[in-house]
C-alpha cells in the first residue's frame, strides 16, 4: 500500500450514469479501495459479471477490467461459466436487488447451494431504481411505490439470511454509512474460498427516497444510521423490536469445499480411468 | 474420445461425441426428453478429456454459464428441446449481441407446451429463426441421420467459432434416439475452426471489421462484453441511431451476406423435374423412397434436402420452383418451412403442403407419394 488510493487507476474515463446521491458511488469507491488495500495494482486478476439495473452499471463499462453485463437476473450463471473455467480469477457480480432476489432469485440460491467460489455483491436500494421506482421483492411492508400507490401488500425478503440458509461460506450486510466495515467485508468475501454474498442497503434518493418522504440522500443515510443493529445487538432483541430494523455485519464465516475444488477433483478421478 | 471407424451408436451420442471432437470443454444442460441423452453422455465422457459439463438449475442458468464459459476461450454447448429452448430465447439474443459462439442443440419434440414430450416434432423451425426479439439472424442446421448427427455437431461448431455467433442444431427426437452405424474419421481428416484471437494491443472486439477478434476473459484485454447495444470497442451507446443501424446490421450482415458459404443442401434431379419436394431432419427420410418410388411411376421428380435451415437457402429452392410446377413441402407441423419455400417459390410454382402432428407418427413415403402422382399427373 505504498502508492495513494487512486479511483482512476481502477476506473475508465467515462462519466458514470448514477444519479446525484446515489448509493452505488459509495459501493463502487468502498470496493476498488479494498482491492487497493488488498495490493491490486490493476483488476487483471478480476472478472467482473452484471445484469440489468443501476447498480449493474457499477463495473461496467467503468472498471478497467474484463466485465460482462448480461440479461436481467443471469449475471450469477455468466459469472459461474467464467469461474469454473477459469478459477485462478476473482470472478465478483454486481447487481442490484431486482436483479439478483427479484428475476434472478433461483441463481443466487443455487450458487450458493454449489458453493460456487465467486462474490455476489447486491446493492439493495430496496426498489426497481432504473425503471421509476416498482415494488421491488425487498420493498418494506406498507410503504408506496409506482406500482402499490397505496402502499405495499407484501414482506420484504431477507436476502442475507435466505442466502446463509443456503450454504454460503460468507454472509455480510452494511448500509452505504458503514463504509469502513464494507470495505473490510469486500476484502473479506474476495479471498473466501466458496461462495461470498455481501448485501448493501443503499440509497435511492430518486426513485424511493423523494417519494417515501425523505428531503435527500443525507436524510436516507441518517435514517440507515438510526435504525442499524448489529447482529450481536439483534440477538438481544424481539421480533417486534426488530421491526424496521437494518440488522447489519457478518452472519455466516466458514469454510466448505468449493465447486471449482469439487469439479476438478472430479475431472481428476476421471482423466484417471 | 471415439477412435475412427464404423461404429453403431444412437444419435444423441453421435452428436455428444462430435461436439467432443470438435474441441467442446464446456456443457451445461437441464434434463429434458429427449435431450437429456446428450447431457448423460458428455457428464461421462467430457471429464475425461478435461471438460466440464454441469447440471444447472434450468435452461436460462445452462445457456447463460456457457455464455460465460464461452468468453474464457472455450468451446462450449448446451441441449435440450422445444420448452427449454423457449427458456434460453432471451439470452440466444444475448449470445447474438455480443457475438458469443456457443451451440444449442434441441432436438424437438411434439409443443406447443408440454405436448407430447417423449413424441417427435418438428415445430421449432421458426422458434430457431425468430425466437428472440429483436432484429437478428440465426445460423440453424438440421440432420437427418446419426452420421449427420455427427458431421452437423462439427459443422456447428465451427459455425459458431468462424462466425462469433450462437448456432442452432436442430435435431428431433427420432434423429436423437435412433441408432445407426456411422463412420468416424480420422481425426487429421476432420476441419476444426478456432476463433479469430487479437494480437496484443488490439482493442476493437466489437466492430472494425465484419468478424472481429474475440479476446478471452483473463488475458488482459480488459474487454468490455455487453448485450446492450455498443461501439466497436464495447462501449454502451444506447441512444444513438446510428450506432445501434451499424452494429445490428453488421451482425445480421455477417450471417445473411455469408450465406452461400453457410448453406448446405442435398440436391436430386432439381434440373429436370416437374414436380419437386423441399424437406428435412426426420422427415427427409421417408421423402428419398417416395421420390424414388415417383421417378420409377413416370413422375419426374426432385428433392431438395435442407441441411441448412437458417439462413433458408434461398438459391437452392429458387431454381426448384423455375423447374418444377409444383413443391410439396412435408413437414411435421402445422406448416412452417411451407411458408419459406412459398416466399422464395414467389408463384414461379405451387407449394403444396403436407403436415402431419401428433403421437410421433412419421409422414410416411406412402403419403409424400400419394401427394406426387396427384398433383405430377
Redesign the interface.
Known sequence: MSEEFSLRTYLRD?QPPFCAGCGAFTVMNTFLRAVHEMGHKD??GF?F?SGIGCSSWIP??HF????????HG?SI??????????P??NVVVFGGDGDIVGIGL??LI?AARRNVDITVVMVNNMIYGMTGGQVAPTTPFKLPTTTTPYGNFERALDASKLIASAGACYVARWTTTHVSQLKESFKTAVNTKGFAFIEVISQCPTAFGRRVGFKDAGEMLQWFKANSVTVEEANKLTEEELQNKIVVGEFVKKEAPSLTET?YA??K???K? | MLNPGIKFMQGSQALAEAAITAGLRFFAGYPITPASEIAEHLAKELPKVGGIAIQMEDEIASIATIIGASWTGAKVMTATSGPGFSLMQENIGLAFMTETPLVIADMQRAGPSTGQATKCGQGDVMQARWGTHGDYASITLSPNSVQEMFDLTIRAFNLAEKYRTPVILLGDEIIAHMRESIIIPPKNSIEIVNRKKPRPGETMFFGGEEIPPMPSIGEGFNVTVTGSTHDEYGIRITADPVGHRKLVKRLVGKILNNADEIVEVEAYNTENCKIGVVSFGCTSRAVYEAVERANEKGVKTGFIRLKTLWPFPEKQVKVLAQTAKTILVPEMNLRQIFFEVTRVAEGAAKVVPLNKIGGGEMITPEEILAVLLKEGA
Open positions: 467515462i483488476l487483471r472478472a459479471c461496467s463499462p478497467k477490467a474484463d466485465t460482462i453485463h448480461v440479461t443471469r450463471p455468466v459469472a459461474t461459466g467464467v469461474k469454473l473455467m477459469r485462478d480469477l433461483s441463481h443455487h469439479v472430479v475431472l478421478e476421471a482423466q480411468k
